[in-house]
């Protein structure tokens, strides 16, 4: 404990001050860092002291302190520009925190501004998100529209083919009838006549509604193949084996009944106008139903019809396990555990099981010597041998086999070949897009 404190000016001599008592301001035992609790006070005293008695004496002066602990006594001398240091290291010190204070005051205002500013992002996304939900719904209702409504214009095409047929057949009569009534009496003549400027019109315009709809059906069928044929896929040969199977149902047989000559002809005399355009546009019709029905068994739907997203592309990749460069085979659309995944063609189930890195997979053969595979799923819907419907839903989205999280591992092959499944999809999409502005 302290027993008294003096302190001094070396230029003037020693002269004692008196100190607070125990009790007061030194009451308590200082610490280990205590010389700098003593240095404040005795710096407050000093300068208390010399500015009443020397209002124009510098603030900072040598100071010497003694202090006694019983009987030691100890001198600390502190001289003016000990305390100029000291003074100028706190108002440093002072000043670093002022600068602190700023800059966070600053940080905080940028914090706050980028929070509203992620806010607002969210917010656009979140709006972006919804319109692209709607914006999809209303296309798969479409594509679903339009396929119902190309089938119907298929069976209106059909039975307006054999309206056509039939009304031929009633003016080759007329045309026959008219050659034997011609050589009876002139009245009969007359008549005839009038029938034939009737018929005339009418065979015009027969002409002219099957001109322009072979027209029509036959640029929808170049369209269709061109399209067709971005796969790669020989279209052609495809339709001549579409073509040969239906010529496999087309067995026909009975006894020969030999036809009087004077029975009524059934087929249309090749100089009847409109007979031409009618066979071409016949053909042109078959041939549109047959790419439609190839265009059916070919992958060129999309496998994922909910909102996802594509996380990984065709071709070389980093590989998300070991980070080496690698082929992808496939792509890679990321959605929760349990979206469908629907077939992108019709075909057949070749697999359905577990199989190596694929997990759980699905392969479907189709047409052309196309293939699809379905892997990483969660749930398998189909079985090995069953017909499967263009958009049928096959299975499950899932994790299973080597993958880091929920997704459909797509592959398209021609003849056992990975294809890049993208340009099969973007096919479909044009193709739908061309049956819709055929329809308009």
Not at 76 to 104: C, D, E
Not at 127 to 148: F, K, Q, S
Not at 402 to 409: A, D, E, F, K, P
Request: charge should be positive.
């Amino acid at each position: 404990m302290f027993d008294s404190v003096s302190t001094g000016h070396p230029n003037v001599g020693y002269r004692p001050v008196n100190v607070m008592p125990m009790g007061g301001l030194f009451q308590r035992t200082l610490p280990g860092s205590g010389f700098i609790k003593i240095f404040k006070m005795v710096s407050q005293m000093v300068g208390s002291h010399s500015r009443q008695e020397n209002p124009r004496e510098p603030i900072f002066r040598d100071h010497q302190i003694t202090i006694r602990t019983g009987n030691l006594m100890r001198h600390v001398v502190l001289t003016r520009r000990q305390q100029q240091y000291a003074a100028a290291a706190v108002g440093a010190l002072f000043l670093t925190l002022v600068i602190l204070a700023i800059s966070l005051l600053s940080s905080l205002d940028a914090l706050s501004e980028r929070d509203r500013h992620v806010r607002t992002l969210q917010g656009v996304v979140a709006d972006a998100e919804l319109r692209h939900r709607d914006a999809l719904g209303a296309v798969l209702t479409t594509l679903a529209e339009t396929r119902n409504r190309y089938e119907s214009e298929a069976d209106n095409v059909e039975l307006l083919v054999g309206s056509l047929t039939s009304r031929v057949d009633r003016y080759l009569n007329l045309w026959q009838q008219k050659q034997l009534l011609a050589a009876q009496n002139a009245e009969l003549s007359r008549q005839v006549d009038g029938l034939q400027g009737e018929l005339a019109d009418l065979r015009a315009y027969q002409a002219e509604m099957f001109a322009w709809l072979r027209s029509t059906i036959e640029e929808q069928a170049k369209r269709l193949t061109r399209n067709l044929e971005a796969t790669g896929l020989d279209i052609d040969a495809l339709l001549l084996q579409a073509a040969q199977a239906d010529a496999d149902m087309d067995g026909a047989g009975g006894p020969y009944l030999p036809v009087n000559s004077s029975e009524p002809r059934t087929e249309v005399p090749a100089d009847v106008p409109g007979r031409t355009n009618a066979f071409q546009t016949v053909d042109a019709a078959r041939r549109v139903l047959l790419l439609t029905s190839l265009a059916e068994h070919l992958p060129i739907g999309y496998p994922v019809q909910k909102r996802h997203r594509m996380s990984s592309g065709f071709g070389l990749r980093t590989d998300p396990f070991n980070g080496g460069r690698a082929r992808h085979e496939g792509v890679d659309f990321a959605a929760p555990t349990g979206t469908p995944i629907h077939a992108t063609g019709a075909g057949v189930v070749v697999f359905a099981g577990r199989r190596g890195g694929y997990g759980k997979v699905v392969e479907i053969a189709h047409k052309g010597k196309a293939e699809t595979v379905y892997a990483h799923l969660h749930k398998i819907l189909v079985k090995p041998g069953q017909e499967i419907k263009a958009g049928q839903k096959i299975g499950l989205m899932g994790n299973s086999g080597r993958s880091t999280g929920s997704h459909l591992h797509y592959e398209t092959r021609i003849n056992g070949r990975a294809r890049n499944p993208m340009t099969f999809i973007t096919v479909g999409r044009n193709v739908y897009q061309d049956i819709r502005q055929s329809e308009n």
